[in-house]
């Protein structure tokens, strides 16, 4: 059963760092591009980037280019959405997803992690 | 960048009634790269439907999708209690785009 399964919820203040993950099981990690969808407090869905963990080839939306970094570590299974200096205004729910090849569906999705930036 | 425009925004309809979700896209999408999703409160995303018109696994017949180049529906043919959700269409070809939702809620 294929299967991506998030980090749990943060809280963190502004100017904090972040990293939170995404461990893939019941597929070939290496195969399949995984990305990272934001989701603002009653909000829609926003793409923000994606990796291929097999040559850690990445892409980035222009809305988020240079505010996050998408990494993995393939030999276990997990991708990761971090931040160096956070903002009020990265509270949101973030998924991470799963594609074929980088012109697909989004055919599994994490169960997300929250992430609440206050002061 | 392709901006992709839901309507309704809201849909008001009751158990067992027809409905109809439009997408528009600014610009044609390519290969029908167009996807549904499915959301429901305090969960994930659900993939409906891909390349504008496929099922994908374990999804009911009675949601179907058609549509081409900017102009996309999605019916759902007799709405079930658990079909009362947010919509999102979402193009792939490019940049990923989602369009705002439509909630589908019972009248």
């Known amino acids: 059963e294929v299967q991506l399964v998030q980090s749990g919820a943060e809280v963190k203040k502004p100017g904090e760092s972040l990293k939170i993950s995404c461990k893939g099981s019941?597929?070939?990690?290496?195969?399949?591009?995984i990305g990272w969808v934001r989701q603002m407090p009653g909000k829609g869905l926003e793409w923000m980037g994606i990796?291929?963990?097999?040559?850690?080839?990445?892409r980035y939306s222009p809305s988020f280019q240079g505010q996050v970094t998408i990494s993995a570590d393939k030999s276990i299974s997990t991708a990761y959405l971090q931040w160096s200096s956070l903002k009020a205004s990265d509270t949101a729910m973030y998924y991470c997803?799963?594609?074929?090849?980088?012109?697909?569906?989004?055919?599994?999705w994490g169960q997300g992690t929250l992430v609440t930036v206050s002061s | 960048e392709i901006v992709l425009t839901q309507s309704p925004g809201t849909l008001s309809l009751s158990p067992g009634e027809r409905a109809t979700l439009s997408c528009r896209a600014s610009q044609s999408v390519s290969s029908s790269y167009l996807a549904w999703y499915q959301q429901k409160p305090g969960q994930a995303p659900r993939l409906l439907i891909y390349?504008?018109?496929s099922r994908a696994t374990g999804i009911p017949d009675r949601f179907s999708g058609s549509g081409s180049g900017t102009d996309f529906t999605l019916t759902i043919s007799r709405l079930e209690p658990e079909d009362f959700a947010v919509y999102y269409c979402?193009?792939?070809?490019?940049?990923?785009?989602f369009g705002q939702g439509t909630k589908v809620e019972i009248k």
């Open positions: 390349g504008a018109s």
């Open positions: 979402q193009q792939y070809g490019s940049s990923p785009s």
């Open positions: 990796i291929y963990p097999g040559d850690s080839d990445t």
């Open positions: 997803v799963r594609q074929y090849v980088i012109a697909a569906p989004f055919d599994y």
């Open positions: 019941g597929y070939s990690f290496t195969s399949y591009w």
